[in-house]
């Protein structure tokens, strides 16, 4: 019969071995395991060019109104012709050529607006209390000038030139007390009268001119 320990020794050895064995165990798990990462801190956003762009307030132009387009489109208007109404008649002193006295027939706007004159106004002489014409009309003489834009108080001229009735014939020319002028600015059909008593030729087929007239002029003559 073999020797053996008592029956209490040989269990309390075999417990421990069984934890010395399931320690081991457990270390060795430890030790193959890797450890895990540590987490990674959350990034920052990236700010893009298009977000600072609409961070940053924009400047914007105001649109033109239609009362500034119209002010900026609208060009000034030019002066019209000289209306009758507009004028106002007188006649300087001239002087006397070979047969034929030369006076400027004068215009001055008298409104207050600025018109153009242009071209030669119609001359004749007329009588009696109903301003009947006596003889023909004015004889243009010289071409046409360029216009004259006469601002409200200036004046312009004409030169009317007054053939001596002495120098025509008594039968031919009829001659014939006259009152003075009618006169139509040029481009105008309403007339205008200056008063300039005298005498004229009542015939309006004369051989010659009892009157001439030469295109409007700047300033008022002589």
Not at 81 to 89: E, H, V
Not at 192 to 216: M, R, S, Y
């Amino acid at each position: 019969m073999s020797r053996s320990g008592p029956p209490g020794a040989v269990v309390g050895t075999m417990l421990v071995a069984a934890v010395v064995a399931t320690l081991g165990l457990a270390g060795c798990g430890q030790r193959g395991e890797p450890e895990a990462a540590a987490p990674e801190p959350p990034s920052q956003p990236t700010t893009t060019s298009t977000a600072q762009e609409a961070s940053t307030p924009k400047r914007t132009v105001p649109a033109q109104t239609a009362t500034e387009a119209s002010v900026q489109s609208a060009t000034p208007e030019k002066p019209g012709m000289c209306r009758s109404g507009q004028l106002r008649l007188s006649l300087g002193r001239g002087d006397a050529g070979a047969g034929t006295h030369w006076r400027p027939l004068r215009f001055t706007n008298k409104s207050d607006e600025p018109c153009v004159l242009h071209g030669f106004p119609g001359v004749s002489y007329v009588a009696g209390d109903d301003g009947h014409q006596v003889g023909a009309a004015a004889y243009r003489d010289g071409e046409k000038g360029p216009a004259v834009t006469l601002k409200p108080g200036e004046t312009a001229h004409a030169p009317v030139g007054f053939t001596q009735i002495r120098n025509f014939d008594v039968a031919a020319c009829q001659p014939t007390p006259v009152r003075g002028l009618r006169i139509y600015p040029p481009q105008e059909t309403k007339a205008l009268f200056l008063e300039n008593p005298g005498t004229g030729c009542a015939n309006p087929d004369l051989d010659g001119h009892q009157l001439k007239v030469q295109t409007i002029k700047p300033g008022a003559g002589m």
